[in-house]
């Protein structure tokens, strides 16, 4: 049963602190992208990539947020240094990209933040 | 901002009862995607309309796309306790961006007993 995983699921830590948050794709998918889901905010697009690399990286605060994939198998997102306007849930999705699929997306259960 | 609009916020039905949410958006899309998210997971794709297709069916759900009115409808059918989670309409664009998808603001279903 392919599914995304991710890890942490819960992470509780001060403000300050190093947060690095991991993703596994399902295998043969090629394309990752990171969200953030916040009640007053919604669901909010931080980061995608395509074979690895950075397709777009618009939506995330660049001074403190950080995205890679340092292999097709694990996606990083870090936070430093994380403050208490960073607590959301972070999802990971994965899919194939475009010419073999049409975008549909598959989710990881999340890591919820809380930055205190 | 957000390319979809999810209309009502929340709905609140009785089991059995037929539950309708709307999703308004605002480019020219590719296609039309609807997710379903329960309490603390994570969202499952639930059907896909294309920008060509005027209505799809799968099961006890129903999409409808207006593209001259930049609308789409989700129907669930017979509703059930099960059902209950927020729906979230997502469009994947004409031009660039590959298969980024751009999510609604959701709908809250509840289906009570």
């Known amino acids: 049963d392919a599914r995304v995983t991710q890890t942490p699921r819960d992470k509780v830590t001060e403000m300050g602190q190093e947060v690095t948050m991991r993703c596994q794709p399902i295998?043969?998918?090629?394309?990752v992208f990171w969200y953030r889901q916040t009640m007053k905010q919604g669901l909010e697009l931080l980061a995608y990539?395509?074979?690895?690399?950075?397709?777009?990286d618009s939506g995330m605060p660049k001074d403190r947020f950080s995205a890679e994939m340092p292999d097709a198998t694990l996606a990083t997102l870090k936070i430093q240094p994380s403050e208490p306007r960073d607590s959301a849930v972070y999802f990971c999705?994965?899919?194939?990209?475009?010419?073999?699929?049409?975008?549909?997306?598959?989710f990881g259960p999340g890591t919820r933040l809380t930055v205190l | 901002s957000q390319q979809g609009e999810e209309d009502p916020q929340a709905l609140s039905i009785q089991e059995g009862e037929n539950a309708t949410m709307n999703c308004s958006y605002k480019?020219?899309?590719?296609?039309l995607q609807w997710y379903r998210q329960n309490s603390g997971r994570g969202l499952v794709h639930l059907i896909l309309?294309?920008?060509?297709?005027r209505e799809k069916h799968s099961g006890r759900l129903r999409v409808t796309l207006d593209t001259s009115k930049k609308s789409s409808s989700l129907l669930i059918t017979a509703s059930r306790a099960a059902d209950t989670a927020s729906y979230f309409c997502?469009?994947?664009?004409?031009?660039?961006?590959?298969?980024?998808?751009?999510f609604g603001t959701g709908t809250q279903l509840k289906v009570e007993l």
């Open positions: 999705a994965s899919g194939l990209g475009p010419g073999t699929s049409e975008g549909e997306q598959f």
């Open positions: 309309i294309r920008s060509n297709e």
């Open positions: 997502a469009t994947r664009g004409l031009t660039g961006g590959g298969n980024k998808l751009t």
């Open positions: 295998l043969g998918h090629n394309t």
């Open positions: 480019t020219s899309i590719n296609n």
């Open positions: 990539f395509r074979n690895r690399a950075p397709l777009d």
